[in-house]
């Protein structure tokens, strides 16, 4: 059965779909050694692929890690201002296997998946698919019940005008639950009602909570049904 080259490099955990499309527009994938275009399609059991000279093999065993992300590490394979990546924290052997679903900053811990199931990476990366994001936050300031609506609500960041958000107070905390991934949303969006975060820990994504008994820089092994 044929399906488009780029479906079948991320399903072989090469690469996720949108950077498989990256190295088909550079030139980098050949299709029994012509150039592959985007909209090609290749047959997994008689076509070659390969991506910067490598054979992609199909059916490559699919890996999915939850990780608690500490403080301080940074989401990349590598970091030019040489900080510690989360990479860092796991095995050898599954460090080239991986690719992150997403990203937290350097300062924010909490939740990451990890995997090479390109056709997960696409569901969970794409805002049309609204899966939820839930954040527990420390505050300096007691927040008031105005600005928590305001959250609720929607407001006005860089980006754009945030969707409406669950907001509830627990235990001295404030949590929060998005289903977009604008780049440092829940910072710009507290920071805007005039509250200062002084922690931010991501708790779940989609049906997937961060277990209470997995300390900060630890992973586990999970299954894709854990996830969706």
Sequence with gaps: MEER????I???????????????????????????????KVNPSTDIVKVYGKTVKPNQQLVYIMINKPKGYVVSKSDPQHRKTVFELLPE????????????????????ILTNDGELTQELSH???????????????????????????GVEIATGTTYPAQVKQRDGKVRITIHEGKKRQVRR??????????????????????????PAGQFKLISKEEIL
Excluded at 5 to 8: D, P
Excluded at 128 to 141: A, F, R, T
Aim: charged share 30%; glycine share 6%.
């Design 127 to 153: 805002p049309k698919y609204e899966h939820e994001k839930e954040y527990e936050v420390s505050l300096q300031e007691s927040p008031s019940e105005s600005q928590l609506e305001q959250l609720r609500s």
């Design 10 to 40: 991320s399903q072989a955990g090469v690469a996720s779909r949108r950077k498989a499309e990256e190295f088909i527009k550079s030139g980098q994938v050949l299709i029994n050694g012509r150039k592959a275009k985007l909209g090609d």
């Design 5 to 8: 080259v780029q479906k079948f």
């Design 189 to 214: 969006m507290f920071t805007t009602v005039g509250l200062t975060i002084t922690n931010l820990k991501r708790i779940r994504i989609n049906k997937l909570l961060l277990p209470k008994e997995l």
């Design 93 to 112: 052997d599954l460090r080239t296997k991986v690719w992150n679903v997403g990203r937290l900053d350097a300062d924010t811990e909490g939740l990451l």
